[in-house]
Nanobody, 124 residues
């Protein structure tokens, strides 16, 4: 069982940066692929970024490529999402997801474990 707790959300102006964190419980964190999804009001949940167990492979949605960076620290059981040049379209609840089957599963939103989400609001 893995529990995920996101933090770092908030209200910022367009162009600002935020860093989201996801703290995971469990001794097998380092074997899990991790990812971030987001859901804006009235919209479906969408993939943002994913990272494999070692951090050696990362994937991004086209809408955030070049602005967002996903990373992980297996010693701290944590995954991060550095968000730069934020836009009003980035406003959403951001969710952390984990799965032992790899990044392909995570990217399909089929991950076994999900956090409760953290709100990011970008004002224009």
């Amino acid at each position: 069982q893995v529990q995920l707790v996101e933090s770092g959300g908030g209200l910022v102006r367009a162009g600002a940066s935020l860093r989201l964190s996801c703290a995971a419980s469990g001794r097998t964190f380092s074997t899990y692929a991790m990812g971030w999804f987001r859901q804006a009001p009235g919209k479906e949940r969408e993939f943002v970024a994913a990272i494999n167990w070692s951090g050696g492979n990362t994937y991004y949605a086209d809408s955030v490529k070049g602005r967002f960076t996903i990373s992980r620290d297996n010693a701290k059981n944590s995954v991060y999402l550095q968000m730069n040049s934020l836009k009003s379209d980035d406003t959403a609840v951001y969710y952390c997801v984990a799965d032992a089957r790899g990044t392909a599963t995570v990217r399909r939103a089929n991950g076994d474990y999900w956090g409760q989400g953290t709100q990011v609001t970008v004002s224009s």
